[in-house]
């Protein structure tokens, strides 16, 4: 619970962080001063981080302000995605269980590899050559 009477909870996906503030509301959606699906652009991204509001039927209860940073579009979604859910749950601890089951609370820990010396990209192996 926040100061003014909502709700704030963190995401992450890759390397993307997302901030989700939840205030009883309209149903407004911003993310980084902007409607979602202008910032996104594509519409399985819009599709994808509204998971949390449709599972929940929560759209008109609240006015949701996003700031996302870091990583690409998609990993910003997934990331907002969570954060979106987390927030829900302090909201009402009862919208748990549908989260839950569709896996918008559980964190997605694939990162990507690093490169390591000797090779070209994380495991792609220099060509052999037998003569």
Known sequence: MIKGGGFHAIG??????????????SGKFLVNGHETKEYFGRAVLDILLREPIVKTASSEKFDI????????????????RMALGRAL?????????????????TRDA???????????????RPQFSKR
């Open 110 to 124: 694939r990162e990507v590899e690093r490169k390591k010396y000797g090779r070209h990209k994380a495991r792609k």
């Open 65 to 80: 302000l996003a700031n996302v940073m870091g990583g690409g579009k998609a990993g910003q979604a997934g990331a907002l």
């Open 89 to 105: 749950v302090q909201a009402d601890a009862g919208l748990r269980p549908p989260l839950k089951a569709a896996g918008v609370l």
């Open 12 to 25: 992450r996906r890759k390397s993307a962080v997302a901030r989700v503030y939840l205030r009883p509301g």
